[in-house]
Nanobody
């Protein structure tokens, strides 16, 4: 069982930045691909970004390309999501997820473990 704990969410003005972190409670963190998903009120959960187990491959939703960056620190069992140029439409609960498959994917069904989420609110 892998526990994932997100942090770093909050309230930010449009155009601002936030950095989300997700700490994993597993000694085999470096074998998992990691992903970030988000869910806004009244909408389905959607893919944001993913990174392979080595960190050598990343994938982004078109809506965040050029603004968000996913990275990982396997020594600290942590994955990050740097969010710049935030827009009102980025407001959502952001979830961290881990996939034992090891390869980054935008498909939520491939992820085995999920965090509780952290709220990101972008104001005008």
């Amino acid at each position: 069982q892998v526990q994932l704990v997100e942090s770093g969410g909050g309230l930010v003005q449009a155009g601002g930045s936030l950095r989300l972190s997700c700490a994993a409670s597993t000694r085999t963190f470096n074998t998992y691909a990691m992903g970030w998903f988000r869910q806004a009120p009244g909408r389905e959960r959607e893919f944001v970004a993913a990174i392979s187990w080595t960190g050598g491959s990343t994938d982004y939703a078109d809506s965040v390309k050029g603004r968000f960056t996913i990275s990982r620190d396997n020594a600290r069992n942590t994955v990050f999501l740097q969010m710049n140029s935030l827009k009102l439409g980025d407001t959502a609960i952001y979830y961290c997820a881990a996939s034992a498959g090891g390869y980054s994917s935008s498909y939520y069904g491939l992820y085995d473990y999920w965090g509780q989420g952290t709220q990101v609110t972008v104001s005008s």
